[in-house]
């Protein structure tokens, strides 16, 4: 890219950042009226608000909705470029970044947003049995799955088999397991309850299995019952302290039981991506960079490792959570450093607020939490639904999503139910 | 499934409808209170508005905003079951299909609206590079390789490289054609104008091809003369009685012309689908079945064939055009015929009316026409819009649609622009 024919010359100090989600968005954002020339870099070609990715697998939203090309939310910002492409390594010393297709990328600021995806804990066989929710692709194969299974279902001239599709499995008790879990009890008691002839959808069975004592960890304890009754209400089966040692075709094996379940949904563990393991640094347990305090890494003050990716310890001396206001704060924080080019010495630490917490588990149910103050119930759905509309990027989704959300509230009709490829054939098992 | 343990007694007559679309769809819709059994088989599981497919290969709607699952269309219709599966042949002699996972499911009365797929006339091997627009799974494809060529453009440093990926070719001058090649340079030359640093959308060149003298060819010729000036203005180059012959990687052969392209999009010949060579009948040269006048197949007055898979001749000795409003007059015909169990020697010949021709050029311009009457311009566009809203199937996507549009008026973006997939890396050619 460099010496490129085509490219400007680049005389300002040049910022890349890679990575378009929460951290990386807002970064670039502080960055818009700066002398700077800032590169952003993502593999994909959207900004993805991932909060409501369930929404996507759970068949209430389209990929649309939640999704905003990153070219159109920096049309407007004339020192930012986008290009899509995939980073493969970072040359900390000659201060550039290797892509995939052979270009070079140098910088002067570099920022690493990429996030995490789901772990298997070692065990990556489990991906294609149960797999995770943190891209659209990832949504969509979750929501084809689950509706693929409805279909078996009806078809099959087994009752085994019948049950066996109609069972769910979603391993992991934190937000995205209890709004999936929560979502799936919906599907399957509510919105499909007419559609089907020979199964009826009400018989299946949803289980949601977290290895820690209570679901939802991070919230106070009072508000993980509260969820539990909740989701035991919509009937969903709630295991607490037990782990899954074995996921195959036909189930998971949680502690001494065998769960027999066509669907298995993972949202159990993270791994940061591996773009940092480039950076020769220590990383925590989950990949993630250890940072100093004004985010950048040892001995590199123009390196700076923000949301997901990294591990940033709060005053508390625990790593700040990794939720999407973390990547916000850091993201804005890195921006207003580098654009006042503020050196190592002179930077003031990465001050977290922490905004609580908030998970959704059906129609008028949800649990949040901002500092002391606990919210339940209908009052806590609305907040969450007004927090989730607020922050959504473009005006336009947010009136896409509202509308979709009224319609689903009177109707309990999921719009976007489809699956696109042709079912699986194989002759059942009888 | 006869016999099955889980399935109800068949008392009733047995009416089997293959294909959920347009025709299939409004043969079972006619049949909602007859006292009939009546089975819809579908490789998906939703009906398509196929007219709108191209807003969705243009990154204007979202896929869920045109497809409605089929099981909700008729949740309320007792008589009526929906199996998602795919017929692999037909038993006359013992009047029954056979399914590709082994089953076999009988019928009294069969009604086949399995529609056509796209024809490389011989040269399938075209298919993987220009590619066609017939589902949801082709839309999104034909999307994300338009969206990732731009971003490919933006990535390159090859001037000539950066050219071949600006640069569409449409095969075809139907609606399907014309429609597309307006939506690709309302996104070129519009949507994405200020969306790049590097390279500049508008330098795109859009070419469509049509082997016969003139676009659009069913419809009156003047109108035709305005479809080319209305694509001209929006920069397209029109190429009519040319063929052709071949497609590569690098662009397509147009008669003597050799268009450099990485974007090729095939709108141009059709073939109905395979199950009809089971039924062991004359096929028409696009592989339809030749039906009777009121669309049952020879020695057979059992089964019927409609809408894209039937060809059907009119009261001018021509076979009816291949478009929605035919099927859905003859799912309507077979749909009372049935009701009424009529026999073959009392049934009167199915009577087409013809509802004329509209299509969308781009923002304020469509040309249509209804019997002697032309339209163009923006009244013609406002009526294609009011058309296309009003039969759309259900209530929630007309809002959809509505809002997608509404939005796209205003602002000139597309909300859809989304490219799922990770780019394909491998080092540029320089």
Redesign the interface.
């Known amino acids: 890219?460099e010496g490129?024919?085509?490219?400007k010359l680049m005389i300002y100090t040049r910022v890349v950042i890679v990575g378009g989600g929460f951290g990386g968005l807002n970064c670039a954002k502080t960055l818009k009226k700066a002398n700077l020339d800032v590169l952003l870099i993502d593999?994909?070609?959207?900004h993805l608000f991932q909060p409501l990715l369930y929404q996507v697998a759970s068949a209430a939203l389209?990929?649309?909705?939640i999704?905003t090309?990153l070219?159109?939310i920096f049309?407007?910002q004339k020192n930012t470029?986008v290009?899509?492409?995939?980073v493969d390594q970072v040359d900390k010393k000659n201060r550039k970044l290797l892509?995939?297709?052979?270009?070079e990328v140098p910088y002067d600021y570099l920022v690493i947003g990429t996030g995490a995806r789901h772990s298997y804990f070692g065990n990556d066989q489990w991906e294609p049995l149960a797999p995770g929710l943190k891209?659209?692709?990832d949504a969509?194969k979750i929501r084809e799955r689950i509706?693929?299974s409805f279909?078996k279902a009806?078809?099959t001239?087994s009752?085994q088999e019948?049950e066996r599709h109609l069972n769910f499995v979603i391993i992991g008790g934190g937000p995205t397991g209890v709004e999936m879990a929560g979502a799936i009890a919906e599907i399957a008691h509510k919105t499909?309850f007419?559609?089907?002839?020979?199964i009826n959808p009400e018989k299946s069975k949803i289980y949601l299995v977290e290895g820690a004592p209570r679901v939802l960890p991070p919230f106070p304890e009072k508000l993980s019952e509260r969820a539990r009754k909740d989701l035991e209400k919509m009937g969903v089966r709630v295991i607490t302290n037990e782990l899954v040692t074995n996921i195959t075709e036909e189930g998971v094996q949680v502690g001494d039981d065998f769960i027999e379940a066509g669907n298995v949904i993972w949202a159990a563990g993270n791994i940061a991506s591996p773009l940092l393991k480039t950076l020769d640094i220590p990383l925590d347990r989950q990949g993630r960079a250890m940072v100093e305090p004004d985010l950048s890494i040892p001995d590199h003050p123009e390196i700076f490792v923000i949301g997901d990716a990294a591990c940033s310890i709060g005053k508390d001396g625990k790593p700040l959570p990794a939720v999407a206001p973390t990547a916000i704060q850091q993201g804005r924080y890195i921006g207003k450093l580098i654009r006042r080019q503020i050196p190592k010495k002179k930077r003031r630490p990465f001050k977290y607020f922490d905004k609580g917490g908030i998970a959704t588990i059906g129609k008028n149910k949800a649990v949040g939490f901002f500092k002391a103050i606990h919210f339940k119930g209908i009052f806590a759905w609305l907040i969450w639904g007004f927090i989730h509309i607020f922050y959504l990027v473009n005006y336009?989704?947010q009136?896409?999503v509202m509308?979709?959300w009224t319609?689903h509230y009177l109707?309990g009709?999921r719009?976007?139910?489809?699956?696109?490829?042709?079912?699986k054939?194989?002759?059942?098992k009888k």
């Open positions: 890219m490129s024919p085509r490219g593999k994909k070609n959207h389209s990929p649309a909705d999704a090309p070219r159109e049309a407007d470029t290009i899509m492409g995939t892509l995939q297709n052979g270009d891209t659209v692709v969509l509706l693929i279909e009806e078809r001239d009752i019948a499909l007419k559609n089907f002839r020979r336009r989704s009136f896409g509308l979709d319609f109707t009709l719009g976007a139910r489809l699956i696109h490829k042709s079912i054939e194989r002759p059942d």
